[in-house]
């Protein structure tokens, strides 16, 4: 199946600081990608879908100006945590959807620790 | 929210078959029943798709009612590697579709 890479597999950073994700498609193009959280013992949680090429659209209760989107090509979106808290302690999962099959391949995830 | 409903855990033993029950009673005609599977600690993998033809690949089979309205996966010899958390989604054709997850169920594959 197609392959989708998120880089770091985890980060720890201070309180107040910013963290990049990134998820790449590694062998098709994806003009869409999906941004989700999961905290432990719950389930994936969408937090936005990733447009290449234009904004990023947020589920509810998601602070866009916080989780900034960036899908600069077919293959690259990255998700920018800023200002960092302990709360957005977290894995970032994302994924992207094949053209040809429409099932969605996802990344090995990202487990952000903000201490 | 999830349009489907699962039970929160299962097991069976290894080399069995696991079958897994899904309920999605408000399905619409042109939303397929989709399963993934998320092994601890890693991003979800997709297991199979159907709409309402039983369909079989590799991985597993799916079955659907004749209404649709519940499925089951069955996964035909489990093996510990199976133990991981499935997810039964119901969404519309089409790579731009979100996928919105419910809880899942939890299988324990036990030697």
């Known amino acids: 199946g197609a392959v989708v890479s998120q880089h770091p597999s985890w980060v720890i950073c201070k309180s107040g600081t910013s963290v990049k994700i990134e998820c790449r498609s590694l062998?098709?193009?994806?003009?869409?990608m999906f941004w989700y959280r999961q905290f432990p013992k719950q389930s994936l949680m969408l937090m936005a879908t990733?447009?290449?090429?234009?904004?990023?659209?947020?589920e509810q209760g998601v602070e866009k100006d916080k989780f900034l989107i960036n899908h600069a090509s077919l293959t690259l979106s990255t998700l920018t945590v800023t200002s960092a808290h302990p709360e957005d302690s977290s894995f970032y999962i994302c994924?992207?959807?094949?053209?040809?099959?429409?099932?969605?391949?996802f990344g090995q995830g990202t487990r952000l620790t903000v201490v | 929210d999830a349009k489907t409903t699962q039970p929160p855990s299962m097991d069976c033993a290894e080399g069995r078959a696991a079958n897994l029950p899904c309920n999605h009673s408000?399905?619409?005609?042109?939303?397929?029943v989709y399963w993934y599977r998320q092994i601890h600690s890693q991003g979800p993998q997709y297991i199979i798709h159907?709409?309402?033809n039983n369909e079989t690949n590799e991985m597993a089979s799916l079955i659907i009612t004749e209404d649709r309205k519940s499925s089951t996966l069955i996964l035909p010899h489990a093996t510990l590697r199976d133990t991981a958390v499935y997810y039964c989604?119901?969404?519309?054709?089409?790579?731009?579709?979100?996928?919105?997850f419910g809880k899942g169920i939890t299988l324990s594959v036990r030697p």
């Open positions: 994924s992207a959807p094949d053209r040809v099959n429409t099932e969605a391949f």
């Open positions: 062998d098709f193009q994806a003009t869409t």
């Open positions: 990733s447009n290449e090429g234009s904004k990023a659209t947020y």
């Open positions: 408000t399905i619409s005609g042109n939303e397929y």
């Open positions: 159907g709409l309402k």
């Open positions: 989604i119901v969404k519309l054709y089409g790579a731009n579709s979100k996928l919105t």
